[in-house]
């Protein structure tokens, strides 16, 4: 990844331009510009500064590029972005007060236009008109200028200029003068606008701790996350930000989980628990143990991997910048032969049509598209971010539009992946004390799954000493005590030992246990089924998800179970990481439409890439969720995946309404500029008009997050 710093770079328009150029290069997986810093990022193999700097100053003439030091970019606080969020503002009220002089001094020239054009040689009216002509316009055609130097003709600097020159040149000063003003005004709004959208993004950084409590030689120090080093040992006081991804060592807290997942309600964290960076602290003191430098904390992974994501374009957005590219000229052409063709033929005066012709130069600027359609998938992007849907790139949510089957894995994912002992059946004359006591003493050192929950059960936990224990692969576990035989697993283990085992109708884990052949009973052990996981099918129902299937490498019957419980339409069970590839790639052969894995991110990295779409659940803890997924729900809940699918649809719907919007309005202008019907002032509204519309409505994206939680 390359920065740069575009000094004077003030163009929304030509950040699009900027970002296809350098796109085009095959090496390069990224690029997007940060219009609030001015700050240009290239992800990949980017090209020499040289050449990213011919680009730039071909596209906007005069702006400064300056390559930005990756790791001390990195390291920029949020007083940093503080100070130059207080710039834009300046550089705005700046920008305001000369749009609202220029709209004064016009407004008082229209007033007295017959007073000021009856001066000798209309000297006032042309003094008046030609100051605000040059207030509002000067920045236009300097750029206009610039470009025509640069060889680059036919953006929307150009157009503008050559315009409302023309115009001038006709007699229309009063309507030049409208054109700059009004042009200058969208831009601004449509900045502001942008910049909200980009808010939505930029609110990530208020998760990016400042500080961490260093413990050391019994003396608390205060320093930057940056300088800590995995192993070492922080304290995180009540109220504070956790600074780094750790593991509770002394203390006990509730912690707020939503500046990362989205979800309002405090978790409890104890001992032996993982907390995770820009989380926040709320209660009781807590000393962590640093399991990971700063640059691998969770934060820090969603903030540069939310980043990527607005530099990586839809179809739609690549779609209409190659479109603008040849739209804008073809307007060009056409305005010139409506400016020729017609007085030619004899069908009017020169006069009359060259004004014709003005009106499609204005018409033809293709901000509306340019602008508010990236903005439109920045802000779904965002809206997504807010909701604990970390969305690598538009082109992600142009392909959650076309999901028909969703595919889940069982464990972790449907699931919690932990287990617990869900019912304790003792055989008669046995108690459930007793029972439960002899199976925690086989499962005493133990380390799988199983045994732990059945620990976890027991409350007093029985002693390890002059205990011997064996452990019998895929069986269980034979264990002796003081004389005694314990036998704890399947029941072909009991059964081999000569005991008899009765049929049990449980369709979870069952552990048999018996003590000197005499059978004591059984523990049922339940992979507990997710909260939300009937809701998420529900909801995937509800949006037109036509096939939801669950894959697992669990057993028959316990895969059985699930499905029937959520209403799957299908299962596979006892499946291998690549025997699971397999099944989606069956599924991707037979089912229309795309097809999206939602898996843990770790064990199903290979199916999530697979499948059209791959779906990370709880990337919190999980680098390989964040590298291998195309999106990562932060907060384990399966329903967020018919949440982001709505999100996604939602934001192509805005997008297309500003298509739908830009090019109709302006081809009816066009044929009423061609038939005499338009002027210069609907013109300027199917220009400047349009684009802003498009804009505000692209910023409804920003909404969505909070639609989403009602």
Request: charged share 20%; proline share 4%.
């Amino acid at each position: 990844m390359k920065r740069y710093k575009l000094a004077g770079f003030i163009c929304s328009g030509c950040a699009a331009k900027i970002e296809q150029a350098i796109l085009d290069f095959p090496e390069v997986e990224g690029a997007s510009i940060d219009m609030d810093e001015s700050i240009l990022t290239i992800y990949g193999i980017a090209p020499d500064k040289e050449i990213v700097t011919s680009i730039v100053q071909k596209i906007e003439p005069g702006v400064e590029v300056e390559r930005l030091d990756s790791r001390k970019d990195q390291k920029k606080d949020l007083q940093t972005v503080s100070i130059l969020s207080s710039l834009r503002e300046r550089e705005n009220l700046v920008e305001l007060a000369q749009i609202l002089i220029s709209a004064v001094l016009f407004a008082v020239g229209l007033i007295l236009q017959p007073v000021l054009e009856a001066t000798p040689w209309s000297a006032g009216y042309y003094a008046v008109f030609g100051a605000v002509y040059i207030t509002a316009g000067w920045t236009v055609i300097r750029s206009a200028f610039g470009n025509i130097l640069k060889g680059n003709l036919f953006d929307e600097f150009f157009l503008m200029t050559l315009a409302t020159f023309a115009a001038i040149a006709l007699g229309f000063l009063g309507e030049a003068v409208g054109v700059m003003i009004f042009y200058r005004t969208g831009e601004f709004f449509q900045e502001l606008a942008a910049s909200r959208s980009r808010r939505s993004i930029k609110s990530l950084l208020a998760s990016k701790p400042m500080k961490a409590n260093m413990l050391g030689n019994g003396e608390l120090q205060e320093v930057s996350p940056e300088t800590v080093k995995v192993g070492e040992v922080i304290l995180v006081k009540p109220g504070e930000k956790i600074p780094l991804d750790g593991k509770v060592l002394k203390g006990h807290s509730q912690v707020d989980t939503s500046p990362l997942t989205g979800e309002p309600v405090p978790v409890q964290a104890f001992e032996g628990e993982s907390l995770y960076a820009g989380t926040v602290n709320l209660s009781g003191n807590v000393e962590l143990e640093v399991t990971s430098a700063y640059r691998d904390t969770t934060i820090a992974r969603v903030l540069e991997m939310v980043e990527f994501a607005v530099s990586r374009k839809s179809p739609t957005e690549r779609f209409i910048t190659r479109f603008a590219k040849y739209y804008t000229p073809s307007v060009v052409m056409m305005a010139i032969l409506v400016a020729i063709v017609p007085p030619v033929a004899g069908l009017g005066t020169f006069g009359e049509w060259i004004y014709r012709a003005l009106v499609l130069l204005i018409i033809s600027c293709p901000c509306a598209l340019v602008v508010s359609i990236p903005l439109g998938y920045f802000g779904g992007i965002g809206a997504a971010s807010k909701s604990g849907l970390l969305v690598k790139g538009g082109n992600v949510l142009d392909t959650l539009n076309d999901v028909k089957t969703v595919i889940f894995d069982k464990t972790g994912t449907l699931t919690q992946g932990i287990f617990k002992v869900t019912s304790i059946v003792p055989a008669d004359g046995v108690i459930q004390k007793e029972l439960l006591e002899n199976a925690a003493l086989a499962e005493l050192h133990s380390n799988h799954p199983i045994a732990r929950s059945i620990l976890e059960a027991c409350k007093e936990k029985p002693s390890a000493q002059g205990m011997t224990m064996q452990e019998i692969p895929g069986n269980g576990i034979r264990a002796e005590k003081d004389g005694s035989v314990i036998l704890a697993g399947k029941a072909s283990l009991l059964i081999s030992e000569g005991i008899e085992v009765p049929g049990t109708e449980e369709n979870n884990t069952v552990v048999h246990v018996a003590r000197n052949g005499q059978y004591l009973g059984y523990i049922v052990i339940s992979d507990v089924i997710r909260e939300d996981a009937r809701q998420a099918i529900a909801n995937l129902r509800k949006i037109g998800i036509e096939a939801i299937y669950m894959l697992t490498g669990d057993i028959e019957k316990v895969a059985s179970s699930v499905s029937s419980y959520l209403g799957l339409d299908g299962y596979r069970a006892g499946l291998l990481p690549d025997q699971k590839v397999s099944e989606v790639e069956k599924i991707l052969e037979e089912r229309r439409g795309k097809v999206l894995f939602a898996g843990d991110g770790i064990n199903d990295a290979p199916s999530l890439a697979t499948a059209h779409i791959g779906v990370a659940m709880g990337g919190l803890g999980s680098a390989a969720a964040v590298e291998t997924a195309d999106l990562v729900i932060l907060s384990d809940r399966p329903s967020e995946v018919a949440d982001a699918i709505t999100i996604a649809g939602k934001t192509r719907r805005i997008v297309w309404e500003n298509i739908f919007m830009a090019l109709v309005v302006k081809a009816v202008v066009m044929a009423m500029g061609m038939a005499g019907i338009a002027g210069l002032w609907e013109a300027i509204f199917a220009d400047v008009g349009v684009a802003l519309l498009a804009v505000l409505n692209s910023a409804r994206t920003i909404g969505l997050a909070r639609s989403m939680k009602k």
